[in-house]
Structures are given as C-alpha cells and as structure tokens.
C-alpha cells in the first residue's frame, strides 16, 4: 500500500512540476478567428512583433494583466528588491516551451537579454536591463534606471518569453504555429505543455480580412467563430439577430496625435482651436458607443486625468484668430493668405479610425479647413515619415497597468514612440519621478499632474473612450476577452 501510494505521488508530481504532454483530444476540431489583420513573421525581436504573437495566443508576456486589473506570471515566483536598480527573481519550475524544453534561469536570462539588445521600444521604462542567471531557477536582474514596478514592465508588449532555435523561433503560449501565410491567415496547433490542453481544438485557423464587412458575412455564414474587429454599429446588429454578441471595455484609447513640427500645428492656439472643433459626441453616435475621454487613459483607472472636454465652434475660431489666421471666402487661409490644408493619417486595421477620420473632416470644413484621410498599411512606418498633421490612432495605454510605460513611450522628449515630436522638460521630470515612486495614491497624483500638463500643451487630442465587441458562434465555449486586442486568441478558448 506504502508503494502505491508513493507511486502515486510521484505521478501527481510529475503531472504538476514536468512538462507534461496530453494527447486527449477535444470534439470540436477546429475554430476560426477572424480579425483585420494577421502576423508577418513570428520574429519577437522586430518592433511590435511581440504584441502581435501574444494576440494570436503564440506568445506569452512574463507577466499578464488579468481581467481583474492584477499581474500574473506563468515564470517568475517572486521578485525580492534590493534596491530600485538590482533585484532577485526566483522562477517557477515546470514551465516549458513548445517543444518540450524547460524555461530555466538560462533560457529566460537569454531570451529577455536578446529582446533589451534588439527591441529599442522594452527600453522605454528602465532603460536596457540585464539579466545573469544565478542558479537554474534564480535570476539576477539589473536595470539601467531606477525602477519601482519591475512586473510592470516585464508585462510590457515587447516581454515575451521564447528561445531562438536556428532561425526558428519558439515560443510558450497555449498554441504554436503550423503554418504561416504572411499577413492573411496563420494556422495554430494547440500547444500539448500547456494546461488545459485537452479543452482546446486541435487546430485554430486566423484570417485576415480587410473588409469589415466581409468578416461580418463571413460570421454570419458560419465561416468565422471569433470575429474581432466589426465596428460597434455591426455587432450591434447581429446581437439584435441573436448572434453571440460579448460586449466589453476596450481599455484602448482613440488618440489625434498633432504633428507640431508641422506649420500649423506648432502654435499653440491653432491646437487649441483644433480641440474645440473635435465633437467627441459625434463620434460616439457615429461609432455605436464609447464614451466622452478626460484623460488619456480608460475612466475606470483611478490615474485617468480629470479634464474636462469642450465643444465650442465659436471659441474654435477666436483661437484661430489669435494665432492670426482669417477667413476668404469662406476658407480659413494663414497669414500670407494661403488656404489651410489639414492631412490625416490613420490605418483601416482598426475599423473604428477610418469612421472617426471623416467625422474629423466634417468637423474641420465647418471652419474652411480642408482635411483629407490617408490609410496606410504599415502605420508605424508610415508614421515615421512626418508628413502628416494629424495622426489618429489607437493605443492600449495602460496594457501593464502602469501608467509609466505610456507616459515614458509617447510623451518624454525623444522616446521612441513620440508621434508629436514633443518635449517638456517638467514633463521628463515628472514622469521619471512616476517611475521611482511605489506610493500607489502618490503615483496616480503624478499621473493626473503629467495628464495636467500635456492637455495645457496639446500635442495630443483626447478623443474617445471606445467600447468594443467580439462576435462568437456556437462551438465556442468559455471565451473571455479583456484588455482591448492583447488577447483575442487566448487560453480560454475552448470548444464544447
């Protein structure tokens, strides 16, 4: 009996601690994701990358936000500080790659080092950081600035676990690829060292549809299972036909983000008008929902700002005309008479921006301002470039639920995602002060005061607080979603 039950014992260890393999196979074969885009490559180290494979469930952050608002990780047992620049994390045993292998000390050390010296936007918080194994589950960890929220920054967008194997790339979500067609559709194979494997399809087939209203048809025909991507006024519809409709905060921000080395936009005044003209109320009605923005982050988080958001035509045109514009003929021209031409640059990867785009334009001609809307497929890219005035955009502000992360990426002088060239130095100072301050009252105090001041510079229009939905058919069982588009093919998808 002693032997049994030691036996026994040493399975339900096994079963708990190694990387265990279940071949227990799920009724429903195979789900289909439809979503307006699809990964390019599976490279971790390129830009976004990380963010995209983590969304169609390949990859996996070392920490993640849970609908809660907490911070989970699969690999870290605990972090103990020895001060804001060095710290000790003890890893927990038991958790492997795709293929079997183990994430030990050496694996995470060389994976995190790999992402700091190849990923200049996971320097955004702490600067580069290095990671020295200690023993097989123990890691030193040493950053570059001084940092109070180390899980924080590991459950940024750019801090997935993974190991090169040649020129393959290998990674620890809930399924691996199988096959990839570049930017249209990605086949998944569940991942058999995953818990709760047994509860997934074998397989999950991504497709990439450009056309919003193609997803649309295609759920309805039952081609799709999840769609994600259909704008509200859709969705909406299809719940009204009794279609599988989950309704939820999307935790994204829609933003104008002002271009101020462009002519207009460097004054101060003309920003101002800019803000007045944005009816926040139209777009709402124009999308299906959302709601009216006081800071740059969801209402819901006690370190979203507290400004108050005005429509005013009238007060739109005393700005301009502070700034000494004027009006011909109805058109607002410039100081040497020249018409005011606006250009708006967005993506169609989120269907949402394209809508609020014309709002904008409609918004602007009732002033003599001619605006037209640019698309672009690679929008970062594009971006870069600077030759537009606005640029409107759609960001997770607050994906590590840490206001820093933002603050630091977009706002200080120099970061690397600052799509308004702007700089304030009390800015850079406040936001380095929020990231040395643990005081969770104290940190939202130095958010609102950072929110504060950005809004008295403009480089930025707040303009809606969105609500999103995802679309399910009836094989699908069990299915949350949370945290905007971080994880739309996620480990609770399961099959009846």
Request: proline share 3%; hydrophobic share 40%.
């Amino acid at each position: 009996m002693k032997k049994l039950i030691l036996i026994a014992v040493l399975i339900a260890m096994l079963f708990t601690f190694g990387c265990k393999k279940d071949d227990t196979q799920a009724d429903v074969k195979e789900i289909v994701v439809g979503q307006t885009w699809v990964i390019a490559s599976d490279d971790p180290l390129d830009g976004a990358n990380g963010w995209s494979l983590t969304n169609h469930g390949i990859s996996e952050y070392v920490y993640t936000l849970q609908p809660d608002g907490t911070l989970k990780s699969r690999f870290v047992k605990s972090i103990e500080a020895k001060d804001n620049n060095n710290f000790v994390a003890e890893l927990n045993e038991g958790v492997c790659f795709s293929n079997g292998d183990k994430v030990d000390a050496q694996a995470f050390c060389d994976a995190m080092n790999m992402i700091m010296d190849k990923n200049e936007f996971a320097r955004a918080s702490a600067g580069k950081i290095v990671f020295t194994p200690i023993d097989e589950y123990k890691v030193q960890i040493v950053t570059e600035l001084p940092t109070v929220s180390l899980e924080s920054i590991f459950a940024e967008w750019t801090n997935v676990m993974f190991k090169k194997d040649g020129d393959k790339f290998i990674f620890t979500g809930a399924y691996k690829i199988k096959d990839l067609k570049p930017g249209a559709e990605v086949v998944l194979e569940r991942n058999e060292f995953y818990d709760g494997f047994e509860d997934r399809p074998e397989t999950v087939l991504i497709k990439a549809f450009q056309d919003a209203n193609a997803l649309r048809l295609a759920y309805e025909s039952g081609e799709v299972d999840v769609a994600f991507g259909l704008t509200n006024d859709v969705a909406t519809s299809l719940k009204k036909k009794g279609f599988n409709a989950v309704d939820y905060s999307a935790g994204y921000q829609y933003y104008c983000f002002l271009n101020l080395n462009r002519d207009h936009i460097k004054d101060i005044h003309f920003r101002k008008a800019l803000d007045l003209l944005v009816n926040r109320q139209e777009i709402i009605d124009a999308l299906g929902g959302g709601d009216i923005p006081t800071g740059l982050f969801a209402k819901n988080f006690s370190f979203n700002g507290d400004q108050k958001i005005v429509y005013d035509v009238d007060k739109a045109k005393e700005e301009f005309k502070q700034a000494g514009y004027s009006y011909n003929g109805g058109k607002l021209v410039d100081k040497d008479g020249n018409n005011v031409k606006l250009s708006i640059l967005t993506y169609s990867a989120k269907p949402d921006l394209p809508i609020i785009g014309q709002v904008l334009v409609s918004d602007l001609e009732q002033v003599g301002i001619e605006a037209t809307v640019r698309l672009a497929d690679s929008i970062d890219e594009e971006a870069e470039k600077g030759d537009h005035d606005i640029l409107l955009y759609a960001q997770n502000p607050t994906a590590s639920g840490n206001p820093h992360y933002f603050f630091a990426q977009h706002f200080k002088t120099g970061s690397v995602k600052n799509h308004s060239y702007y700089g304030n130095e009390e800015v850079d100072k406040l936001i380095d002060e929020l990231g040395v301050t643990a005081d969770i009252a104290k940190r939202d105090e130095l958010s609102k005061e950072i929110q504060a001041k950005i809004y008295e510079d403009l480089p930025i229009l707040y303009t809606v607080d969105p609500h999103w939905f995802v679309m399910l058919s009836d094989k699908v069982k069990g299915y949350e979603i949370w945290n905007g588009d971080f994880f739309v093919t996620n480990p609770t998808l399961k099959v009846r």
